[in-house]
């Protein structure tokens, strides 16, 4: 009986949370660029297409590995859904010199801000990396993921799709 209970508690939070994130905007929080420049994230656009948020670090072999991954199939994805990914370093201020570097040398074409106090992580509620969203033309986050294992790209392409349609 106390399983029971707290399986449906469980499944209840479960419920809660997922649903949540469901049609959440963008908080307005700022961001540095690689220029050290600030800019909102609220005020990020692109022409009513998806757009992907990708939190990372670079200490998270999974986060680069994921973004290095989608590196090599971004512009197809782009010319087939118009799709735009931005990779938010949540690199504090002791690693953050470290982003541009590595930004440079993976060749990503891919707009990169940097998030080192975490306001904006903490305002979507990242608590782990890599974590990614996925807003809708309307900038609405529509899906998140949490970590990342080889194939998961190729579910985040089926949800970028599925919004495109």
Aim: hydrophobic residues 40%; negative net charge.
């Amino acid at each position: 009986m106390i399983k029971k209970i707290i399986l449906s508690i469980f499944t209840i939070v479960l419920f809660s949370i997922s649903s949540f994130s469901q049609g959440r905007n963008l908080p307005s929080v700022k961001v540095k660029d690689l220029k050290g420049k600030l800019v909102n994230i609220q005020n990020l656009s692109n022409d009513d297409n998806p757009i992907v948020i990708s939190f990372w670090a670079t200490w998270c072999k999974p986060c680069k590995k994921e973004l290095n991954t989608i590196a090599e199939v971004y512009e197809d994805w782009q010319e087939e859904t118009g799709v735009k990914l931005v990779a938010v370093s949540i690199d504090d201020s002791r690693s953050a010199s470290k982003v541009k570097p590595y930004v440079n040398a993976s060749g990503w074409d891919y707009e990169v801000f940097i998030d080192s106090n975490r306001e904006l992580a903490r305002a979507l509620g990242v608590s782990t990396v890599p974590h990614t969203f996925l807003l809708n033309g309307e900038g609405s986050i529509v899906w998140e993921h949490k970590g990342y294992i080889d194939g998961d790209e190729e579910e985040l392409y089926e949800q970028i799709e599925h919004i495109s349609e």
